[in-house]
């Protein structure tokens, strides 16, 4: 059996960086509700319940880094590492939430226009256009390799461009008094929430259902398995991902009379590693017609 373990980064600066991440969001978003009341504005309620969720993703991850980093014991031989998975999904599931909310809402105002403060509006998305973007930078110096991180960084981004479609919305009241620009600008976010919580779900289902890692085709991983000389067959093949970045996978593999079992599982793991970059595999080798080969751990 081979195993390796590639899955670790810079967990202190990761969540350095999304702290910070954080603090910028929690300050602004109380600003930015006070500036959507005054203003009467849907467009910006709707980006402070975005920033909502940004700032209850960034404290999601951060607390899924703190599960995932505890070591392995007893019945979780794994550790907690998809504890970042489940944060991503529930990361999905909030855009979910947000985007029933808002398309309602942005609806009812689309019938029913309110008076909107355009000035106000425009000049408090241009304010947050400028703090999700040193958000997004923070963050994007995070290892996005992770699921969990990554769900943070897309919360930021579609928050920023949010805060764009806000501010076209504003400037539009402002300019021209039409006041179904604000709700206009609400689908629009919902639109682009929508978007990323389906990708975000997709992602994490696939590590949650046990699916092959994306860009790794199971058919294509066992006929490469065979295609060595010294292999006749491989069975019972799975490929999954524990969580992001830890790929695995488990084989029963059988072999030509006479040959080197402990040679062909050393190959066969350099090559899992080298053209799919699998390090952690574990593969039963025996001889045909059954004659078992004892395999010490690699």
Request: glycine share 10%; charged share 15%.
């Amino acid at each position: 059996m081979g195993h390796g373990h590639g899955h670790g980064h810079g967990p202190g600066a990761d969540r350095r960086h999304l702290s910070w991440a954080l603090a910028l969001l929690v300050v602004f978003m109380a600003v930015e509700v006070a500036a959507g009341v005054v203003a009467n504005s849907i467009a910006l309620i709707s980006d402070a319940g975005h920033m909502l969720t940004d700032a209850a993703s960034i404290v999601l991850a951060l607390a899924a880094m703190s599960m995932a980093a505890r070591p392995a014991r007893g019945a979780y031989t794994f550790g907690f590492k998809r504890a970042e998975i489940l944060s991503a999904a529930v990361n999905g599931l909030t855009f979910v939430i947000l985007v029933a909310y808002f398309v309602y809402e942005g609806v009812r105002r689309l019938i029913d226009p309110p008076e909107v403060e355009g000035a106000l509006v425009l000049g408090t998305a241009l304010a947050g256009i400028a703090v999700n973007a040193g958000a997004a930078w923070l963050i994007a110096r995070a290892d996005r390799s992770s699921l969990n991180v990554e769900g943070a960084f897309q919360h930021i981004l579609n928050d920023m461009y949010a805060f764009i479609a806000t501010a076209v919305a504003g400037a539009v009241v402002w300019l021209t008094g039409w006041g179904r620009a604000d709700a206009v600008a609400a689908l629009v976010v919902a639109a682009l929430m929508a978007r990323s919580g389906y990708l975000l779900l997709r992602d994490a289902g696939r590590v949650l259902f046990e699916a092959a890692p994306a860009g790794v085709d199971p058919v294509e991983v066992g006929s490469a398995l065979t295609a060595h000389a010294d292999v006749t067959a491989v069975e019972d093949l799975h490929v999954w991902t524990v969580t992001s970045g830890f790929p695995a996978l488990s084989a029963h593999v059988t072999v030509r009379p006479g040959g080197d079992c402990h040679r062909i599982r050393r190959e066969l793991a350099d090559l899992l590693h080298e053209r799919f970059h699998i390090d952690h595999s574990t593969l039963q080798v025996d001889h045909v017609p059954g004659r078992s080969c004892r395999i010490a751990a690699g």
